[in-house]
């Protein structure tokens, strides 16, 4: 006769109740808000980089500034980690384009 083996647990997902799916719903708005915020900055952002690439062709310099650019990647990267740095990449080129 053979003895039983357990079951492994369940990997099918467990429906929130309660409480939590209040909650739930709380932290999603507030997620929301983050979201339209970053948004609304990202908007400022890219307004400030094309006035700043305006400036900079108007006075005869160069479209972009890779010393500039590292810095900014540099921030990205110490306050964010990797993910942080191909974040600040992709502001980059929202506001210069690609290279």
């Keep these: 006769m053979s003895t039983p083996t357990a079951t492994p647990a ?3 997902p467990v429906a929130v109740t309660g409480g939590d799916v209040e909650r739930i719903g709380e ?3 507030a997620i ?3 979201d339209a915020e970053i948004i609304e ?3 400022r952002r890219l307004a400030i ?3 700043i690439g305006a400036l900079r062709a108007a006075s005869g310099g160069t479209r972009l500034s890779l010393s500039r650019e590292q810095q900014v990647l540099d921030r990205f990267r110490a306050a964010l980690g990797p993910d942080g740095a ?3 990449m992709l502001l980059l080129r929202q506001g ?3 290279l």
Excluded: Q
């Design 27 to 29: 932290l999603r708005t």
């Design 49 to 51: 980089s094309k006035e």
């Design 32 to 34: 929301d808000t983050c």
């Design 41 to 43: 900055l990202v908007h």
């Design 86 to 88: 191909a974040l600040g």
């Design 10 to 12: 369940s990997s099918a």
């Design 96 to 98: 210069r384009g690609r």
